[in-house]
């Protein structure tokens, strides 16, 4: 391990980074969206076409559609959070991020070509056209869960700028933090508002390839400090972490009892079946114009998330043997700044600045992902097909989605603000919630929509209503709010559920919910016709109305 001077451990204590760093990240953040902004505007949809503003150019190459939908996946949780998790945790914190990866394979193995063969320009469009009946209750149903779970995801993603701006000031005044969440939330309206999806697709891209670039420069430069011998790279963490072997044992952090244990697997249902469910990822696999792009782009993003994911583990394992343990623990608890110290002690200034800029741009590129479905599922399903059943013209639709980016950007900026200063585990509280939610509520809906032919209207609406209100219960009743000094209300004791994470019985109960509500559904409205399901199928499986 390499010991940081004195002096510098308490520069670092104040801020990870030192004043250079920071102008230097200001100044490459402002070209990146200087240069992003105006490329956006420039592809920009210019007619009232709504299909432009919801899917954005659908002749995209594979390679493209792959490097969006890993900028859609990834948020800089990955970057900084599991990053910082593997460096304080060792193999706990590996096994953690290989829930990142698998996520995705299940999304494209399960839901992604019938979801795509079947949908138009949102999940709620998918539910229509498998229960045209109702689908005006179950659309309504589709979007509150669909805007809960953007929001929460969205609160996460402001309140995390903040948090990676700490690492260069210390604890920001009111003034900044205002300030900082104002602008990034400004930013992400106005590349919804005025872009759509083709403003938002080159954000992503931006981010994807920054990203991938980023975390493979500093793993080689890890790698090549330890001459390419992951074995040393073990021993070097093992012997940083000041805990020797058992730094690379389990246990460390999810495996100290069985609520412990349990509560780990409860997280990892969450993030496996969470992060196949999040809106905004679901709506970007209904982008490609062919299902044969779609599988492409899906092996372009499996590899990519893959290859970002084993990067960011040799990241972590390389922060406690370079940086160490002890080191990053004292200046974040969290080891949020793990990557920041590492890119300080290996590549000084200039590599802190890119590393550190790229987590600005993953924050900015995630909410902008989480904003457009959110106004596309408030302008389209909503106001288009719920309030005006069907007959909005598309001018009105479109100005709709536009104004609905940015009061999602305002509201979401506004409760970054009111949810900063409860508890410094706001932002993983907000983004599990989100995960929790989506593995329960939209996750099940989704694939008995695709897969059950008995599935009705009263099983849809009790399985997105059932698998929300467990979700929030759940967490209300967990050590997360009360009956734990790291708790919002530490005073306080009425977590009845031992576990910080829902999902071992949150996702359970929305799939019994969705199945319970459809074999007890006696009124015949509840149900559709066996054409409609057989219809449905073919458009699924084939992309087409009809048999070919």
């Known amino acids: 391990m390499v010991t940081l001077p004195q002096d510098h451990l308490v520069t670092l204590s104040a801020g990870v980074v030192g004043g250079f760093s920071l102008k230097l990240t200001f100044i490459l953040f402002v070209s990146v969206v200087v240069v992003s902004m105006f490329t956006a505007?420039?592809?920009?949809?210019?007619?009232?076409e709504i299909s432009e503003f919801y899917l954005g150019d659908r002749t995209m190459t594979p390679l493209r559609n792959g490097l969006a939908m890993c900028g859609d996946y990834l948020s800089a949780a990955t970057l900084l959070g599991s990053?910082?998790?593997?460096?304080?945790?060792?193999?706990?914190?590996?096994?953690?991020?290989?829930?990142?990866?698998?996520?995705?394979?299940?999304?494209?193995?399960?839901?992604?070509?019938?979801?795509?063969?079947?949908?138009?320009?949102?999940?709620?469009?998918?539910?229509?056209?498998?229960?045209?009946?109702?689908?005006?209750?179950?659309?309504l149903a589709l979007a509150f869960c669909t805007l809960t779970v953007t929001v929460l995801y969205l609160v996460a993603q402001l309140v995390g700028s903040v948090a990676l701006l700490t690492q260069f000031l210390g604890e920001p005044s009111s003034a900044t933090r205002t300030?900082?969440?104002?602008?990034?939330?400004?930013?992400?309206?106005?590349?919804?508002?005025?872009?759509?999806?083709?403003?938002?697709?080159?954000?992503?891209?931006?981010?994807?390839?920054?990203?991938?670039?980023?975390?493979a420069v500093t793993a080689v430069m890890v790698l090549h400090r330890y001459n390419w011998?992951?074995?040393?790279?073990?021993?070097?963490?093992?012997?940083?972490?000041?805990?020797?072997q058992r730094f690379l044992e389990p246990g460390l952090r999810y495996g100290g009892s069985t609520t412990s244990k349990l509560d780990f697997f409860s997280l990892q249902?969450?993030?496996?079946?969470?992060?196949?469910?999040?809106?905004?990822?679901?709506?970007?696999?209904?982008?490609?114009?062919?299902?044969?792009?779609?599988?492409?782009?899906?092996?372009?993003?499996?590899?990519?998330?893959g290859f970002v994911c084993l990067a960011a583990g040799v990241l972590g394992l390389g922060a406690t043997a370079i940086v160490g343990r002890d080191v990053i623990a004292d200046i974040d608890a969290k080891g949020d700044a793990a990557v920041l110290l590492l890119a300080q002690d290996i590549g000084g200034a200039l590599l802190t600045a890119l590393i550190s800029c790229l987590a600005f741009v993953t924050l900015l590129a995630v909410a902008a992902g989480l904003t457009l479905a959110a106004a596309s599922s408030l302008a389209h399903d909503l106001y288009g097909e719920v309030v005006r059943k069907g007959r909005a013209s598309q001018r009105e639709e479109l100005t709709v989605a536009r104004l609905s980016a940015v009061v999602i950007g305002?509201?979401?900026?506004?409760?970054?603000?009111?949810?900063?200063?409860?508890?410094?585990?706001?932002?993983?509280?907000?983004?599990?919630?989100?995960?929790?939610?989506?593995?329960?509520?939209?996750?099940?809906?989704?694939?008995?929509?695709?897969?059950?032919?008995?599935?009705?209207a009263r099983g849809a609406l009790l399985s997105l209503y059932g698998?929300?209100?467990?979700?929030?219960?759940?967490?209300?009743?967990?050590?997360?709010?009360?009956?734990?000094?790291?708790?919002?209300?530490?005073d306080a004791d009425f977590a009845f559920f031992p576990l910080q994470n829902p999902g071992i019985v949150s996702v359970p109960a929305g799939f019994l919910l969705g199945w319970l509500g459809t074999v007890m559904a006696s009124r015949p409205k509840d149900s559709e016709p066996a054409e409609t399901y057989e219809k449905f199928e073919v458009r699924a499986v084939l992309g087409v109305d009809q048999p070919v």
């Open 467 to 490: 698998g929300l209100i467990t979700s929030v219960l759940l967490v209300v009743c967990s050590p997360v709010v009360s009956s734990r000094p790291a708790s919002f209300y530490p």
């Open 229 to 244: 011998n992951v074995d040393d790279l073990l021993g070097g963490a093992a012997s940083g972490s000041g805990i020797g």
């Open 83 to 139: 990053t910082g998790l593997v460096a304080l945790t060792g193999y706990d914190g590996l096994l953690y991020l290989v829930g990142t990866s698998v996520a995705w394979v299940m999304v494209l193995l399960l839901i992604a070509e019938p979801l795509r063969n079947s949908g138009r320009f949102t999940l709620g469009d998918t539910l229509a056209l498998r229960l045209p009946r109702n689908q005006r209750s179950v659309r």
């Open 41 to 48: 505007l420039i592809i920009a949809p210019q007619g009232d």
């Open 410 to 456: 305002v509201l979401g900026m506004l409760l970054a603000l009111v949810s900063w200063g409860t508890n410094t585990a706001t932002l993983a509280f907000l983004a599990f919630l989100a995960f929790a939610i989506a593995a329960s509520a939209i996750l099940p809906t989704m694939v008995y929509s695709l897969f059950w032919r008995r599935f009705n």
């Open 269 to 305: 249902i969450a993030i496996v079946l969470g992060l196949a469910a999040l809106p905004h990822v679901m709506m970007r696999l209904l982008a490609p114009s062919a299902t044969r792009v779609l599988r492409r782009s899906i092996l372009w993003a499996m590899g990519l998330v």
């Open 179 to 215: 300030l900082c969440i104002v602008a990034i939330g400004t930013l992400v309206v106005l590349y919804v508002a005025l872009g759509g999806m083709p403003g938002a697709t080159f954000i992503q891209i931006v981010k994807a390839v920054m990203l991938v670039v980023g975390v």
